[in-house]
């Protein structure tokens, strides 16, 4: 009866909330351009004032600036200390290493043991599967357990050659020197990934549990790999070029695309082993019963025992730079034909938070997407903007908003993680617990802590039930998406 007391108090505070976040939704607009008289401003007065400024360094300027450096003590001591040594450890914020605490007054339940995704670019599969062996771990009263990482990343990087050489196909006739074949053909099969990517795979693939498919050691060190799938794939991206000049039509081309496939097959199997077509999987469950089930399908496996609607889920981002209650998507993004395109439903950081909340309450872990190396001490295990006190050491300010900094390149979303936690101080957000996958030897065992600042700035990207969230922002799933280009920031991949 307790049990479904708590529940039920979940599901009352579940609604309140949803309907504060109808209300912000519908009040806040996207960021407005910043005063630019006042940015001006700034540079029009002080000691290196010239009133006919010249285009090169003059010595004259070069004096001054040493003058002012020298004129400041704190300067001579900052010299000293950070010319000696690695400017993080000189500047970390003790305060701040005092301040955040792994404690926090909402967590979930259950939590697996921090995973480790060692020398590759794969954290976007390691949160995922994060999220996915809870359900194993809670069904079957299990301490810890692990789904295969190495299974899904083989697919992956295998589907993801295909999606570029159809891409080479599709674009045979564009310049090669253009912006968009030169972006494409850079990093062909990137480690990282989307949260739509994973739908993907496991709609086509399903997962099986990692003692089936354990890590090779290509999987954990991947840039050899990377190295050797990218130079056959931009070899046959010109050979594709050339069958096309020489007047073949789009069979040959797909024809020979095939023979090329097998290939890169031959190369991803012998680097990683090849996924199993059927396994036996045995355990003990937390009782100390023995289970055996024989002749599994990665398929049948995903869906018998996992059980999870992943085409039920979708990603929300906050993008200031667009306009808020729209779809968007990335021309050129994806990593199986035929399969999903990348979607996302843009919404305001307020939003983003609130829902969040309530599904960390909900007892439900949240996959999400960061610039994870802003504002970090990887040792103590934080993501705190004040961590590293660079204004203390260089007398400097960080100025460009969130979404100047996706527009200057300072920026993007490069690693996903899993939220499991969260610190409320009258109901409002203090401080995030997250889930890792960069081994357990640092913060809390694996999961570090994440101020709410940091989660302001540097967060993009959540991915949540569609029965989760608000009508209002599951219906913005049926508009026609806004198609960004291939390389607008908000295409890059999680790793």
Not at 244 to 266: C, Q, W
């Amino acid at each position: 009866m307790g049990q479904n007391h708590s529940r039920s108090i979940n599901n009352n505070k579940r609604r309140r909330s949803l309907i504060k976040v109808r209300d912000l939704i519908i009040s806040e607009k996207y960021e407005s351009n910043e005063n630019k008289a006042d940015i001006a401003e700034q540079y029009l007065t002080g000691e290196c004032h010239d009133d006919d400024p010249s285009t090169s360094l003059k010595e004259e300027y070069l004096n001054k600036f040493s003058d002012k450096l020298n004129s400041d003590p704190k300067n001579r001591l900052a010299l000293n200390a950070i010319s000696g040594d690695d400017m993080s450890k000189i500047l970390l914020n003790r305060e701040t290493i005092i301040d955040d605490l792994h404690v926090y007054s909402e967590q979930i339940e259950l939590e697996g043991k921090a995973t480790n995704q060692k020398s590759s670019g794969r954290c976007w599969l390691f949160a995922a599967t994060n999220v996915l062996r809870l359900i194993i771990m809670k069904k079957y009263k299990l301490d810890d357990f692990e789904l295969s990482q190495p299974f899904l990343f083989f697919f992956d990087k295998l589907e993801k050659a295909n999606y570029f050489l159809e891409n080479m196909i599709e674009l045979v006739n564009e310049d090669v020197d253009s912006r968009l074949i030169q972006y494409l053909i850079k990093s062909p099969v990137e480690d990282g990934g989307q949260w739509d990517m994973v739908i993907n795979l496991l709609e086509k693939y399903g997962v099986v549990p990692k003692s089936v498919f354990p890590e090779s050691y290509n999987s954990s060190n991947s840039a050899r790999l990377n190295w050797l799938v990218t130079t056959k794939l931009r070899e046959f991206a010109f050979q594709l070029r050339e069958l096309n000049a020489s007047g073949k039509d789009v069979n040959t081309l797909r024809n020979a695309k095939i023979m090329m496939m097998e290939e890169i097959y031959r190369i991803i199997a012998i680097s990683l082993g090849e996924p199993p077509k059927e396994f036996d999987w045995t355990f003990r469950d937390g009782n100390g019963k023995y289970h055996s089930h024989k002749g599994l399908t990665s398929k049948s496996f995903y869906q018998d025992f996992i059980g999870y609607k992943a085409t039920e889920t979708y990603s929300l981002v906050n993008d200031p730079r667009n306009e808020y209650l729209r779809l968007y998507t990335v021309k050129y993004l994806g990593n199986i034909q035929g399969g999903l395109p990348i979607r996302y439903v843009n919404i305001t950081m307020d939003v983003m938070k609130r829902l969040s909340i309530d599904t960390l309450r909900s007892g439900k872990p949240v996959w999400f997407g960061s610039d994870s190396g802003k504002g970090i001490h990887v040792p103590s295990g934080i993501f705190d903007n004040r961590i590293i006190d660079y204004e203390l050491g260089f007398n400097i300010k960080f100025e460009l908003t969130k979404a100047k900094r996706l527009q200057y390149a300072q920026s993007a979303m490069t690693h996903a993680m899993v939220l499991t936690g969260v610190h409320l101080d009258n109901d409002k957000p203090v401080r995030w617990r997250v889930e890792n996958s960069w081994g357990d030897s640092r913060g809390d065992k694996g999961y570090f802590v994440m101020s709410d600042d940091w989660f302001s700035d540097w967060v993009y990207q959540i991915v949540l039930e569609k029965n989760d969230t608000p009508k209002e922002l599951v219906d913005v799933l049926d508009q026609s998406p806004i198609v960004l280009p291939a390389w607008d920031p908000m295409g890059a991949l999680a790793m």
